[in-house]
Protein backbone atom coordinates (compact mmCIF):
# COMPACT_ATOMS: atom_id res chain seq x y z
CA UNK A 1 0.00 0.00 0.00
CA UNK A 2 2.59 2.37 0.89
CA UNK A 3 4.29 2.14 -2.90
CA UNK A 4 1.15 4.26 -4.00
CA UNK A 5 2.28 7.29 -1.54
CA UNK A 6 3.83 9.81 -2.68
CA UNK A 7 7.26 11.03 -0.49
CA UNK A 8 6.51 14.56 0.21
CA UNK A 9 9.93 15.00 1.83
CA UNK A 10 12.97 12.78 1.72
CA UNK A 11 16.36 13.31 4.06
CA UNK A 12 19.12 11.25 3.41
CA UNK A 13 22.53 11.57 5.57
CA UNK A 14 21.93 15.17 6.92
CA UNK A 15 24.75 16.57 8.83
CA UNK A 16 24.66 20.81 9.26
CA UNK A 17 27.21 22.45 11.41
CA UNK A 18 27.37 25.88 12.33
CA UNK A 19 30.44 25.17 14.19
CA UNK A 20 32.78 22.64 15.28
CA UNK A 21 29.43 20.36 16.63
CA UNK A 22 27.22 19.55 14.65
CA UNK A 23 23.81 20.36 14.88
CA UNK A 24 22.19 17.47 12.80
CA UNK A 25 24.45 14.47 12.49
CA UNK A 26 23.56 11.77 9.86
CA UNK A 27 19.93 12.38 9.77
CA UNK A 28 17.81 10.48 7.48
CA UNK A 29 14.02 10.10 7.46
CA UNK A 30 11.07 10.32 4.79
CA UNK A 31 7.61 11.85 5.36
CA UNK A 32 4.52 10.99 2.54
CA UNK A 33 2.31 13.42 0.81
CA UNK A 34 -0.35 14.71 3.33
CA UNK A 35 1.09 13.17 6.44
CA UNK A 36 0.88 15.41 10.25
CA UNK A 37 4.25 15.37 11.37
CA UNK A 38 5.35 16.34 14.64
CA UNK A 39 9.20 17.40 15.35
CA UNK A 40 9.85 17.15 19.14
CA UNK A 41 13.61 16.96 20.75
CA UNK A 42 14.56 19.06 23.83
CA UNK A 43 15.82 22.83 23.52
CA UNK A 44 19.16 22.83 21.15
CA UNK A 45 18.68 19.82 19.73
CA UNK A 46 17.88 21.09 15.94
CA UNK A 47 14.82 21.04 15.57
CA UNK A 48 14.63 24.42 13.47
CA UNK A 49 18.21 23.57 12.05
CA UNK A 50 16.16 20.78 10.78
CA UNK A 51 13.23 23.15 9.20
CA UNK A 52 15.86 25.17 7.66
CA UNK A 53 16.98 22.10 5.84
CA UNK A 54 13.96 21.47 4.43
CA UNK A 55 13.87 24.98 3.27
CA UNK A 56 16.88 24.70 1.55
CA UNK A 57 18.26 27.96 4.13
CA UNK A 58 21.19 25.99 5.64
CA UNK A 59 24.33 25.06 4.43
CA UNK A 60 24.84 21.38 4.28
CA UNK A 61 27.87 19.64 5.83
CA UNK A 62 26.69 16.24 4.07
CA UNK A 63 23.52 14.83 2.98
CA UNK A 64 20.52 15.62 0.59
CA UNK A 65 17.03 16.84 0.52
CA UNK A 66 14.42 15.96 -1.73
CA UNK A 67 11.06 18.05 -1.73
CA UNK A 68 8.41 16.02 -3.78
CA UNK A 69 11.50 14.23 -5.00
CA UNK A 70 13.38 17.23 -6.18
CA UNK A 71 16.77 18.57 -4.86
CA UNK A 72 15.42 21.18 -2.09
CA UNK A 73 17.20 24.02 -4.20
CA UNK A 74 15.02 22.93 -6.94
CA UNK A 75 11.71 23.95 -4.94
CA UNK A 76 11.76 27.40 -3.59
CA UNK A 77 7.82 28.34 -3.00
CA UNK A 78 6.96 24.81 -2.78
CA UNK A 79 7.78 24.63 0.40
CA UNK A 80 5.60 27.35 3.00
CA UNK A 81 7.05 28.53 6.78
CA UNK A 82 5.75 29.74 9.32
CA UNK A 83 8.72 31.01 11.65
CA UNK A 84 8.97 30.54 15.47
CA UNK A 85 8.10 33.46 16.93
CA UNK A 86 10.86 36.55 18.22
CA UNK A 87 12.46 36.01 14.95
CA UNK A 88 9.85 38.15 13.16
CA UNK A 89 10.40 41.98 13.02
CA UNK A 90 6.60 42.57 14.03
CA UNK A 91 7.12 46.50 13.88
CA UNK A 92 6.90 46.31 10.13
CA UNK A 93 4.11 48.97 9.23
CA UNK A 94 1.58 46.76 7.40
CA UNK A 95 -1.53 45.47 7.79
CA UNK A 96 -3.09 41.84 8.97
CA UNK A 97 -4.16 41.83 4.80
CA UNK A 98 -0.51 42.92 3.53
CA UNK A 99 1.02 40.25 5.15
CA UNK A 100 -1.53 36.87 3.97
CA UNK A 101 -1.37 39.40 0.68
CA UNK A 102 2.44 38.50 0.51
CA UNK A 103 2.22 34.99 0.25
CA UNK A 104 1.24 35.29 -3.02
CA UNK A 105 3.87 38.29 -3.70
CA UNK A 106 6.32 37.84 -1.47
CA UNK A 107 6.61 41.78 -1.25
CA UNK A 108 3.87 44.06 -0.81
CA UNK A 109 5.36 46.14 -3.19
CA UNK A 110 4.43 43.92 -6.46
CA UNK A 111 0.85 43.08 -5.23
CA UNK A 112 -0.64 46.48 -6.79
CA UNK A 113 -1.94 44.03 -9.70
CA UNK A 114 -3.38 41.62 -7.26
CA UNK A 115 -5.82 39.65 -9.28
CA UNK A 116 -9.76 38.82 -8.35
CA UNK A 117 -8.22 35.33 -7.41
CA UNK A 118 -5.62 36.54 -5.22
CA UNK A 119 -7.72 38.72 -3.52
CA UNK A 120 -10.23 35.40 -2.95
CA UNK A 121 -7.51 33.19 -1.78
CA UNK A 122 -6.03 35.96 0.74
CA UNK A 123 -9.42 36.09 2.27
CA UNK A 124 -9.86 32.27 2.47
CA UNK A 125 -6.53 32.27 4.59
CA UNK A 126 -7.24 35.13 6.96
CA UNK A 127 -11.11 33.10 7.25
CA UNK A 128 -9.20 29.77 7.69
CA UNK A 129 -6.99 31.13 10.40
CA UNK A 130 -9.93 33.03 12.26
CA UNK A 131 -8.43 36.96 11.31
CA UNK A 132 -11.08 38.13 8.76
CA UNK A 133 -12.12 40.52 10.93
CA UNK A 134 -9.03 41.94 11.83
CA UNK A 135 -7.83 42.39 8.12
CA UNK A 136 -7.59 46.20 8.32
CA UNK A 137 -5.24 46.52 11.82
CA UNK A 138 -1.60 46.48 11.79
CA UNK A 139 0.39 43.60 12.49
CA UNK A 140 2.49 45.40 15.49
CA UNK A 141 -1.16 45.29 16.83
CA UNK A 142 -1.93 42.09 17.87
CA UNK A 143 -1.27 40.18 20.38
CA UNK A 144 1.24 36.82 19.93
CA UNK A 145 -1.40 34.21 18.72
CA UNK A 146 -3.25 36.48 16.54
CA UNK A 147 0.40 37.79 14.49
CA UNK A 148 0.94 33.85 14.61
CA UNK A 149 -1.92 32.98 12.77
CA UNK A 150 -1.59 35.80 10.02
CA UNK A 151 1.73 34.36 9.03
CA UNK A 152 -0.16 30.90 9.09
CA UNK A 153 -2.21 32.56 6.66
CA UNK A 154 0.19 34.36 4.90
CA UNK A 155 1.92 30.29 4.27
CA UNK A 156 -1.48 28.88 3.35
CA UNK A 157 -1.72 31.92 0.40
CA UNK A 158 1.44 30.82 -0.82
CA UNK A 159 -0.35 27.73 -2.04
CA UNK A 160 2.38 25.33 -1.50
CA UNK A 161 1.54 21.60 -0.61
CA UNK A 162 3.96 21.46 2.67
CA UNK A 163 3.85 23.23 5.46
CA UNK A 164 6.36 23.85 7.87
CA UNK A 165 5.76 24.97 11.11
CA UNK A 166 8.19 26.28 13.72
CA UNK A 167 6.59 25.94 17.54
CA UNK A 168 3.34 27.29 16.53
CA UNK A 169 1.55 26.35 19.99
CA UNK A 170 4.35 28.39 22.19
CA UNK A 171 2.85 30.77 24.81
CA UNK A 172 -0.58 31.28 22.54
CA UNK A 173 -4.02 31.47 23.75
CA UNK A 174 -6.17 29.16 24.33
CA UNK A 175 -8.56 30.79 21.02
CA UNK A 176 -5.28 30.95 18.88
CA UNK A 177 -4.33 27.14 20.01
CA UNK A 178 -8.05 25.77 18.96
CA UNK A 179 -7.62 27.89 15.94
CA UNK A 180 -4.20 26.39 14.82
CA UNK A 181 -5.64 22.80 15.39
CA UNK A 182 -8.67 23.54 13.04
CA UNK A 183 -6.35 24.93 10.12
CA UNK A 184 -3.72 21.69 10.74
CA UNK A 185 -7.11 19.78 10.58
CA UNK A 186 -8.46 21.56 7.99
CA UNK A 187 -5.20 21.63 5.55
CA UNK A 188 -4.30 17.61 6.29
CA UNK A 189 -8.21 17.93 4.24
CA UNK A 190 -6.50 19.33 1.57
CA UNK A 191 -3.93 17.15 1.13
CA UNK A 192 -1.15 19.79 2.15
CA UNK A 193 1.20 17.99 4.26
CA UNK A 194 2.09 19.44 7.51
CA UNK A 195 5.05 19.43 9.82
CA UNK A 196 5.35 20.82 12.87
CA UNK A 197 7.75 21.89 15.66
CA UNK A 198 6.26 21.05 18.97
CA UNK A 199 7.64 21.48 22.54
CA UNK A 200 4.80 19.75 24.54
CA UNK A 201 4.85 16.20 24.56
CA UNK A 202 1.77 16.25 26.70
CA UNK A 203 -0.40 16.83 23.48
CA UNK A 204 1.85 15.42 21.21
CA UNK A 205 0.79 12.23 20.58
CA UNK A 206 -2.59 13.69 20.16
CA UNK A 207 -1.94 16.02 17.84
CA UNK A 208 0.19 14.38 14.74
CA UNK A 209 -0.17 11.10 12.81
CA UNK A 210 3.93 10.39 13.33
CA UNK A 211 6.60 11.69 15.27
CA UNK A 212 10.51 12.51 14.61
CA UNK A 213 12.18 12.66 18.19
CA UNK A 214 15.26 14.57 17.04
CA UNK A 215 18.64 15.29 19.55
CA UNK A 216 21.59 15.97 17.36
CA UNK A 217 20.37 12.45 15.81
CA UNK A 218 17.13 11.20 14.64
CA UNK A 219 16.36 8.95 18.21
CA UNK A 220 12.70 7.56 16.61
CA UNK A 221 10.69 8.21 13.57
CA UNK A 222 7.02 6.91 13.21
CA UNK A 223 3.69 6.92 14.94
CA UNK A 224 3.87 7.91 18.53
CA UNK A 225 2.99 4.67 20.18
CA UNK A 226 6.38 3.71 19.13
CA UNK A 227 8.05 7.00 19.68
CA UNK A 228 6.83 7.46 23.55
CA UNK A 229 9.45 4.93 24.84
CA UNK A 230 10.80 5.06 28.03
CA UNK A 231 13.87 4.04 27.09
CA UNK A 232 14.10 6.40 23.87
CA UNK A 233 12.44 9.38 26.02
CA UNK A 234 14.81 9.14 28.88
CA UNK A 235 17.65 8.70 26.44
CA UNK A 236 16.68 12.28 24.78
CA UNK A 237 15.63 14.32 27.76
CA UNK A 238 17.93 12.99 30.56
CA UNK A 239 17.07 14.65 33.86
CA UNK A 240 13.85 16.18 32.47
CA UNK A 241 11.70 13.28 32.06
CA UNK A 242 10.34 13.19 35.48
CA UNK A 243 7.94 15.26 34.33
CA UNK A 244 6.60 13.08 31.55
CA UNK A 245 6.88 9.77 32.98
CA UNK A 246 2.90 9.37 33.32
CA UNK A 247 2.63 9.77 29.64
CA UNK A 248 4.35 6.83 28.69
CA UNK A 249 2.20 4.07 28.32
CA UNK A 250 4.49 1.23 27.80
N1 LIG B 1 22.67 30.61 13.29
C1 LIG B 1 23.31 29.84 14.20
N2 LIG B 1 24.62 30.03 14.45
C2 LIG B 1 25.28 29.25 15.34
N3 LIG B 1 24.70 28.26 16.04
C3 LIG B 1 23.39 28.02 15.83
C4 LIG B 1 22.62 28.80 14.90
N4 LIG B 1 21.35 28.34 14.90
C5 LIG B 1 21.34 27.33 15.79
N5 LIG B 1 22.54 27.13 16.35
C6 LIG B 1 22.90 26.08 17.32
O1 LIG B 1 22.55 24.83 16.75
C7 LIG B 1 21.93 23.98 17.71
C8 LIG B 1 20.51 23.62 17.25
O2 LIG B 1 19.72 24.80 17.26
P1 LIG B 1 18.20 24.80 16.81
O3 LIG B 1 18.08 24.14 15.51
O4 LIG B 1 17.72 26.21 16.91
O5 LIG B 1 17.55 23.89 17.96
P2 LIG B 1 16.03 23.79 18.46
O6 LIG B 1 15.17 24.45 17.46
O7 LIG B 1 15.78 22.33 18.61
O8 LIG B 1 15.98 24.47 19.80
C9 LIG B 1 21.98 24.73 19.02
O9 LIG B 1 23.12 24.34 19.74
C10 LIG B 1 22.09 26.18 18.60
O10 LIG B 1 22.73 26.95 19.57
MG1 LIG C 1 13.82 25.99 17.59
Request: aromatic content about 10%.
Amino acid sequence: MENNKEYAIQVRNLTVSYGPKPALLDVSFMIYSGELVGIIGPNGAGKSTLMKAILGFVKRDIGDVYVFGKPVEQTRGMVAYVPQRGTVDWDYPVTVYDVAMMGRYGHIKWWKNASREDHEIVERSLEMVRMSDFRHRQIGQLSGGQQQRVFMARALAQGAKILLLDEPFAGVDAATESAILDVLAEAKKAGITLVVVHHDLATASEYFDKLLLVKQRLYAAGPPSLVFRQELLTEVYEGRLKVFTDLIKA
